[in-house]
Nanobody, 124 residues
């Protein structure tokens, strides 16, 4: 399965962006779809995940500001990011995995499929 991310860009602090990720097909490896991000010089970190049943899991840094949603008819997830901060600047990647426990959804190695990434830059 291929994942295609879009929607990144440049925004001022306090602004909003909507990221989207579409999977090329519905497979068991897209039961869980998630967003990770990687800032320059830092490790890739979990942002949010959503299952086929639309149960969500968020990182603490995303809770209350970001909302992940899913349209199963389109094999697509969105990440609405509000009140963006300069520290949110990173390349955002979407990823897909088989059904897994919430604690495993936070781990990059759980995921089998990765999109190409989309750059989000938040200026102060």
């Amino acid at each position: 399965v291929q994942l295609q991310a879009s929607g990144g860009g440049l925004v001022q602090a306090g602004g909003s962006l909507l990221l989207s990720c579409r999977a090329s097909a519905r497979t068991l490896s897209t039961d869980i779809l998630a967003w990770f991000r990687q800032a320059p010089g830092k490790e890739r970190e979990f942002v949010a995940a959503i299952g086929w049943s639309k149960v969500t899991t968020y990182a603490e840094t995303a809770e209350g500001r970001f909302t992940i949603s899913r349209d199963n008819s389109k094999n697509q997830i969105d990440l609405q990011m509000n009140n963006l901060k300069p520290e949110d600047t990173a390349i955002y990647y979407c990823a897909g995995s088989y059904e897994s426990r919430p604690e495993d959804q936070r781990v990059a190695s759980t995921y089998l499929a990765w999109g190409q990434g989309t750059l989000v830059t938040v200026s102060s």
